[in-house]
């Protein structure tokens, strides 16, 4: 009886230590204690779809879009880069890119290299105005 | 219909209008017949029905002039900078003079748009391709800038870009270590409108330059090469470009 009580006591502890592990980062990330990117988001709210697919999936959306855009010809706007840059620009800098800039700044916090503005404007089209 | 409407109807086009009406859909005012049979719902690929091409009248081709270069300078962004010899060249003026009867013509070359390109031919990658409609571009997303094509094209169309590029124009992506040529106004054509060449030369009131679609009979520019004689630059070499001369 008395050596039961031990041997589940121990494994609480256990279990305890072992999600306090897991919890870790996502406490620390709530708190105050793990840098975050500051971006600036001129427009909140919904995009061409909700928060969490555009985090996980506009990598695919954008590759999908491209390849039929350059070889089909197919220039419909929701999935289009084009149309990123337009609605997330910021207000102050006018592009995308930057330190707070919508996609460098979050690209830069995951040390991920964002290709494509070696070639694609950052920049919405001037004529269609500052902010369109 | 009211009376004005019915100018230039056509037979293809009476019937694209019946058949719009009885699918229910209403005509916007002011669209011309002729834009209906050539329009493409944004959606939907480019079809190889379509053949774009370009007719160039030589004869009405001013010495000189280069409104066209320009457009296609501001249009697709092709900045100086500073180094002539390596700069990207989409289309330029080549002066001709026939040495024994001294007649002098001047035009505009760009990428021909060949029908079998040899650039599509020597790209190692795939990233020079001919779109269905047959206009040749280079995907950038895959060019290695290896410069093959460069070497195969028999026209000098093809440039590689040497300096890295900012301020693009949005719908003329381009950048540094690639390959590009003249796209037609790809861009321009997927909207129903004209090459940014085309538009400035109409406007100046030059016409020389006429943009359409070689397989469609209604279109002026199938119209005139039915008419009038035209040639291909280097036809021997047999690659069939969509880019015609007249007066040449
Ligand atoms: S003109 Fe040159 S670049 Fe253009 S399609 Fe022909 S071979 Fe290719
Ligand atoms: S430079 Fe680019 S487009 Fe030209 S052959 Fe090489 S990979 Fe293909």
Not at chain 2, 235 to 247: E, H
Request: with cysteine; charged share 25%; glycine share 8%.
């Amino acid at each position: 009886m008395k050596r039961k009580g031990i041997g589940a006591l121990i494994s609480q502890i256990a279990r305890a230590i072992c999600l306090l592990a897991l919890l870790l980062p996502v406490l620390a990330f709530a708190s105050d204690r793990v840098p975050k990117p500051v971006i600036d988001i001129d427009k909140a709210g919904k995009c061409v779809e909700d928060t969490a697919t555009m985090r996980r999936e506009h990598p695919d959306m954008l590759k999908h879009q491209r390849d039929s855009t350059m070889h089909e010809g197919i220039r419909t706007t929701k999935y289009s880069l084009k149309a990123c840059v337009a609605c997330h620009a910021s207000k102050t800098s006018g592009s995308v890119l930057g330190e707070k800039g919508f996609c460098q700044s979050c690209h830069a916090y995951a040390s991920v290299t964002i290709d494509c503005f070696r070639c694609h404007s950052s920049k919405p089209k001037r004529t269609s105005g500052v902010t369109p | 219909m009211s009376a004005d409407a019915n100018d230039g109807i056509s037979r293809r086009g009476f019937l694209a209008i019946s058949a719009a009406t009885l699918g229910g859909v209403m005509l916007a005012p002011g669209i011309r017949l002729i834009e209906i049979a050539g329009a493409r719902a944004p959606a939907t690929g480019v079809s190889k029905q379509v053949r774009w091409g370009l007719l160039i009248d030589t004869n009405k081709c001013t010495p000189g002039c280069d409104d066209c270069v320009k457009a296609c300078a501001t249009e697709n962004g092709l900045k100086d900078t500073g180094h002539p010899r390596t700069d990207p060249q989409w289309i330029r003026k080549v002066e001709l003079k026939d040495m024994r009867t001294g007649r002098a013509s001047s035009v505009p070359v760009m990428c021909q748009h060949c029908e079998h390109p040899p650039c599509v031919d020597v790209c190692p990658t795939g990233a020079s391709f001919k779109r269905a409609d047959g206009i040749v571009l280079v995907d950038r997303h895959i060019c290695i800038g290896c410069r093959y094509c460069i070497m195969a094209c028999p026209y000098k169309a093809r440039s590689i870009v040497f300096e890295a590029i900012t301020d693009q124009n949005p719908d003329v992506p381009r950048g540094n270590g690639c390959a590009e040529g003249c796209t037609l106004c790809v861009h321009r054509v997927d909207r129903d409108e004209q090459p940014a060449c085309v538009e400035a030369c109409t406007k100046a009131g030059h016409n020389a330059m006429t943009f359409g679609d070689l397989n469609d009979p209604q279109s002026e520019i199938a119209q005139r090469v039915a008419k009038y004689a035209s040639t291909q630059i280097r036809a021997d070499l047999k690659l069939n470009p969509g880019v015609r001369y007249q007066g040449l």
